[in-house]
């Protein structure tokens, strides 16, 4: 009796004053019991209360707090379809974590899933049974594709939907995929560790925790596996070290036989984390036990990585898996359009396959706007239609990108500082990323000459230009310099 008071007064004092009404719920929140669906109550007054009403009426209003594992700390959040997952996660996760957070500091990492009719009766179930019946399954209308999100083994992490057979081989990856086989042959004993970089949407989580399912698959669950992100693991980290619970954290991360690591580049510059990273690999390779790890770039190119892990990443194999070809993508955008069962006219994908060049997310993402086109609001997806949506989505980073943007993320991505970039320094480790920005101003932003060699130091126009022939010219020559530039674009994308 007493939470519906609380949550009736929550609910028309929200309409009030947002800001003041969710200190009040923190208060409650600690001193009473609530469970998960008033708990995300809570936390929905606090997003509301960041985001635009639109937005937060388009993307939150139908999410829920699946579970919520005490010791883990770890949280998992259900939207309606796999579009509104993918869009929550990739906009709001940093809000949503902030949020849990300012609720309960035991909250670690936040995952997302697919929750509607179709799968709550069968989540509930299995959460209750985990939890003693503390869980609170919505029902939505839209039957959507079965939840596998929910049957990650957490002492895995790994999820059962990335496998071998369903990953695409082409001549951008097929090194990558016949380096996992044989690991998957004999653990531990060839490429060991092993380093796989590239891009972002390149399937380079798919690959690796495809390995973690054919290695647990072929060897009976004998051989313990661990997927995390360098999210998790800092994440974990920082728990133990607040705790004093590091001995938590060697047993978890050492005491097994094969240890995967997705985008490791992101523990650079964290001391803490470093050391006992760099511990955790010498316990593990010194006992054989197999190493993957993924990352955006290769160990030399990231700047602020300790160089005692440096020479340990680089001691193994180091693969780089490159942006894929027409005939790569369209084979990736046909296996996903059947992956959500939907037909699409090939025509269609095959044009997408052509246009969208440079990140299979970017592509994937074209897909499911025309998905949505198709079976949400039930339209056809013409020819002028089609090219609205490419369209967007290859010129959304030039409306919002400003000139600092890219100095600030060309210096970031080359580890120096924008006034270096800006300066007369002729360093080599200086030059590079200075014809770079001078590049992406003119590739991206449209600027003329004269106005880019002003930003840049009051340079000349003549140096503008020789920057940006210079560069241009070598993209299609030197897959490195390729690699780098697709990757800062993939970061002003992020930043803005």
Known sequence: MIKAHISFFFNVARQKNIVIINAVRRVFVTYFFMNNDEIWEVVLGDIEAQISRPNFLTWMKQSQLVSKDE????????????????????????????SLRNLDGSIRSVDYAVVNANTAEAVQRRIQRKQGGNAVVSQFLKPQEPLLELHIDPKTNINPRYTLDSFVVGSSNELAYAAVQAIIEDV????????????????????IQAAGNEILKKYYNKVRVLYVTSERFINDVVWALRNKRMEDVKTKYRDIDVLIVDDIQFIGGKPATEQEFFYTFNTLYEHNKQII???????????????????????GMIIDVAY??????????????QEH?????????KEVA??????????????NKIIFCQQVKNERVTTKKLE?????????????????DVVRVVAQFFGISPQELVSRSRKREVVEPRQICMYLMREVLGFSYPHIGEKMGKRDHTTAIHAYEKVAKEISQNSGLNQKIMLIREGLEKST
């Not at 949506?389 to 000139?403: N, Q």
């Open 71 to 98: 010791k883990d700390g770890a949280v998992l959040v259900g939207l309606p379809n796999n579009f509104a997952k993918e869009w929550v996660k990739s906009r709001y996760h940093k809000i949503i974590l902030g």
């Open 188 to 207: 531990g004993k060839k490429y060991n560790p092993l380093f796989i970089y590239g891009g972002v949407g390149l399937g380079k989580t798919h690959l």
């Open 388 to 404: 609205d949506i490419i369209h967007e989505a290859t010129t959304r980073v030039s409306k919002r990108v400003a000139t600092a």
């Open 293 to 315: 790890m993924s990352s955006d770039r290769p160990p030399a190119a990231i700047p602020t990585l300790e160089e005692r892990l440096r020479s340990r990443f680089e001691g």
């Open 354 to 367: 052509l246009r969208v060049k440079n990140n299979i997310r970017e592509a994937e993402g074209v897909l």
């Open 341 to 349: 069962g939907v037909s699409i006219d090939e025509d269609i994908l």
């Open 324 to 337: 894929p070809d027409y005939e790569m993508r369209f084979a990736i955008l046909r296996a996903k359009a």
